[in-house]
């Protein structure tokens, strides 16, 4: 009997045998008993009738009590209560039942008292053995079904803490303290802990260096009130006092509606700190050798352009001295040197430009500039190159005779003579039309189209990359060393301008240029 008060034990068959041999002794001697004490009492068969109704429906209810505590106490949580009740339903059922019809079905019998008499104790002690039988089903079925439960749940942790302990990084639960409730083997890796260590009561804080707890708990808090809950980066501590970067993330555990406490996972992130280390060397070793390539090409593009201006300054000079004099070879060759030293010094400027741009010395000046005026005129400049192509180049301004904007004049000019270059450049037939206007935002915008040889798809994204070209090789039809849609992107980006490209191969390109 002392197992009997001992709750939680395993509800095995040793134990249902138990419960039903205590009600089969209870049951037994109150049905060998119960009719005695009723002789005692009275000889009236009327009120015998109504005691023993009486007493029956007690002794039901009674055992009902007794088994409900006895299958209780011995299963705890094995058993839910809803299990439990449903056998005691069952249970009062039956005996409602048998109270109900049995002292009328032996009246139908014998109407002998003392024949009565022992018929209704043998009725008694068969309903008791019968109802053992039937709790002992119950019992069992519904034992077994929370066996199976059980061992389910169980291989289902047993699955969850072999995958925990898989995972490299740290898993774990705490309560509303910071105490560790569970973790995986990673945790003990991570901080040289001992599982005894920290299945004894091991705070996360302790874990953490101590300038970064306030901060830790702080958080896990807010997370645990409802806050939002995103990986934080903390100092951790290990077991001999070093230190190591984590990231954590938390979220709540919640029961009923109520925050229990976190669960989440911690990650050493000392591997790609180093590797983030190691990147921004890496960054700034590349950023001052690029730096120190643009200052390279800057220099040299300045030696190289202030003798070829002498060069043809004094070409300028024999071309005038001799004008009267040379053939027709003569003239050619002094056109061919002041053309080709010309383009020379453009390739020169743009290197200087993209120098100067990409180290970051540029300083914008900003002043009121004219649209119309301005584009007009560089238009002017570049209808001779048109004329030799058979080109027509136009400017239509559809914002009557003045659109103002706040800008820098060279940039708007360095942008404009690029565009145009490239229009006249790559078109062999046709015209260029150079249109400013107002979009629906009241920004005033430049479109240059023309009818050239157009942008394949496949080359659209590179349009803007520093030296690219779509022919490139020794092969190609077009000079330039493709630093002029690059330049152009980034004057437009000093000055706060969005440049939009619109091509089709083999029917010309629109460049549509707004202010911002």
Request: proline content about 1%; some cysteine; charged content about 25%.
């Amino acid at each position: 009997m002392a197992n009997l008060f001992q709750a939680g034990n395993r509800l095995n068959k040793t134990d249902i045998t138990k419960i039903i041999l205590i009600y089969l002794v209870s049951g037994g001697i109150w049905m060998l008993f119960s009719e005695s004490i009723l002789h005692r009492i009275t000889t009236d068969e009327n009120i015998k009738t109504l005691m023993r109704a009486a007493i029956g429906f007690s002794f039901i209810l009674v055992t009902a009590g007794l088994l409900y505590f006895l299958i209780n106490n011995y299963s705890n949580d094995r058993l839910k209560q809803t299990g439990i009740i449903k056998i005691i339903l069952i249970y009062l059922i039956v005996g409602g039942l048998w109270i109900l019809f049995s002292d009328s079905i032996l009246h139908t019998i014998t109407s002998d008292a003392s024949i009565y008499n022992y018929i209704n104790t043998a009725t008694g002690l068969v309903f008791v053995i019968f109802t053992a039988g039937l709790l002992y089903y119950l019992i069992n079925k519904y034992s077994n079904k929370i066996d199976q439960a059980e061992e389910s749940l169980q291989e289902s942790e047993r699955r969850y803490k072999e995958l925990a302990d898989s995972l490299p990084q740290m898993i774990f639960e705490l309560d509303e303290e910071g105490t560790i409730l569970f973790t995986n083997l990673a945790s003990y890796k991570m901080f040289g802990y001992t599982p005894e260590q920290i299945k004894a009561g091991f705070s996360i804080y302790k874990a953490i260096r101590y300038d970064d707890r306030d901060r830790a708990r702080i958080s896990m808090e807010k997370i645990m009130n409802g806050g939002k809950h995103d990986f934080e980066e903390y100092t951790a501590q290990r077991n001999d006092g070093t230190n190591f970067p984590i990231i954590v993330y938390a979220s709540p555990i919640t029961r009923g509606g109520k925050t229990k406490g976190l669960r989440g996972i911690a990650i050493d992130i000392t591997e790609r700190k180093h590797m983030e280390e190691e990147l921004i060397k890496a960054r700034k070793k590349a950023e001052e050798s690029d730096k120190l390539k643009t200052e390279f090409m800057a220099q040299m593009s300045h030696e190289i352009r202030t003798p070829l201006h002498v060069m043809l300054s004094h070409n300028s000079l024999l071309m005038n001295d001799f004008v009267n004099q040379s053939d027709e070879n003569q003239k050619f060759s002094f056109n061919t040197v002041d053309t080709e030293g010309r383009k020379l010094i453009r390739t020169i400027d743009l290197l200087l430009n993209m120098a100067e741009v990409h180290t970051g010395t540029y300083e914008v000046s900003m002043s009121e500039i004219n649209l119309n005026n301005t584009l007009k005129g560089l238009v002017k400049e570049f209808e001779s190159n048109a004329k030799e192509k058979n080109l027509e180049i136009s400017c239509l301004s559809r914002c009557g005779s003045k659109a103002i904007i706040k800008s820098d004049g060279y940039i708007i000019t360095s942008v404009f003579q690029n565009l145009l270059d490239n229009a006249v450049k790559y078109t062999n037939e046709g015209k260029i039309d150079v249109e400013i206007y107002k979009n629906e935002k009241e920004k005033y915008c430049v479109a240059i189209k023309d009818t050239g040889i157009g942008i394949s798809p496949e080359y659209m994204d590179k349009i803007f990359l520093p030296f690219t070209q779509e022919d490139t090789g020794y092969s190609r039809k077009f000079d330039g060393i493709g630093l002029g849609l690059a330049l152009v992107k980034k004057y437009l980006g000093l000055i706060n301008a969005d440049i939009k490209v619109e091509s089709e191969k083999g029917k010309g390109s629109l460049f549509n240029i707004s202010f911002n």
